[in-house]
């Protein structure tokens, strides 16, 4: 059986709803489950006693974290872990966790690999570091996915695909902006590698099932990378939409958080444990925009 917390997350239902029928599913929300409580998270799952425990809860306000969001940060991306990966470590449980590209440092211009060094530069980039090596410390056999760029459609409470309802992510935004304001002013210098939910989902499912009895640390994304402004420019292209994209620098757009300005990943490791490579983020981006139009 599989535990998948944190359940109301894109990423979150996305695995759910993809869940292979060899597994039966208890999804619970942040409602039914904080992870920051430690006596609660043993409870539960020593109750349920399941065989993945899948984290998708998150603390994910980057810029938030950089001041008064900062104890939340680390109080769920960190401890919440922590007290995750030892109720797994008693029961037995695999726990899966997904981290994310703000754990670089971003001065390489070559796709990321694992073996790298880390190097966050936000409170949100060191709390999901410290998360991910906890993680990974506590049992061999325990997952760290790193993840970036999300989107994707948000699914109803059901699973079912929501079309009206397009999840809070990048080119949501970006179309309700242009039909707000006309204009957008995006980051130009920020390049990384969008990811599509719904191929993601797919992708960990058979990470997991090929893994065997093996752990360890991976990264996965669709293929490609972008600039932020491009990216906009490529949605309103592909959306068939107005809209002017004004580019500035990380500097001059001035987000309390330091983002890393290069994070792509290479997903070779994930490749080489039977992973089929993800198409190319245009095509994604493509599915998505004729799923919410």
């Keep these: 059986s599989v535990l998948i917390v944190g359940a109301s997350g894109q990423l979150a ?9 060899s597994f039966s599913v208890v999804a619970l929300s942040r409602a039914d489950l904080d992870i920051a409580n430690p006596a609660q998270t043993r409870e539960v799952i020593q109750n349920l006693r399941p065989q993945i425990v899948i984290n998708g809860a998150a603390y994910n306000a980057v810029d938030k974290a ?6 939340d940060s680390l109080k769920i991306n960190a401890f919440g872990v922590t007290n995750l990966a030892q109720a797994c470590r008693d029961t037995g449980a695999r726990l899966v966790h997904f981290s994310t590209d703000f754990v670089f440092d971003g001065h390489k211009r070559t796709p990321y690999l694992e073996t790298d060094p880390t190097g966050p530069l936000s409170v949100y980039g060191a709390s999901k570091l410290c998360g ?52 957008v002013r995006v980051v130009d210098d920020q390049i990384g590698a969008p990811s599509y939910i719904p191929d993601l989902a797919v992708a960990v499912w058979q990470l997991l ?9 991976f990264q996965i994304s669709n293929a490609g990378e972008t600039s932020f402004a491009d990216y906009a420019a490529e949605i309103f292209r592909r959306a068939r939409v107005n809209c002017e994209v004004e580019r500035v620098s990380s500097e001059k757009y001035g987000a309390p958080a330091k983002r890393p300005l290069y994070s792509t990943f290479s997903n070779e490791k994930a490749h ?22």
Aim: hydrophobic share 35%; glycine share 12%.
């Design 132 to 183: 991910e090596n906890v993680c990974l410390a506590m049992h061999e056999r325990n997952v760290a996915i790193r993840v970036c760029r999300l989107f994707g459609p948000l699914r109803g409470e059901n699973g079912a695909g929501s079309a009206a309802k397009p999840g809070g992510n990048f080119p949501s935004l970006m179309l309700r902006l242009a039909r707000e304001r006309g204009q």
């Design 66 to 71: 950089e001041n008064e969001g900062a104890a």
């Design 209 to 217: 099932e090929n893994l065997g009895e093996n752990g360890g640390l």
């Design 13 to 21: 239902r996305e695995m759910a709803a993809k869940t292979p029928h």
């Design 272 to 293: 080489a444990n039977g992973v089929e490579p993800l198409r190319h983020w245009s095509e994604a981006l493509d599915e998505f925009l004729s799923e919410i139009s």
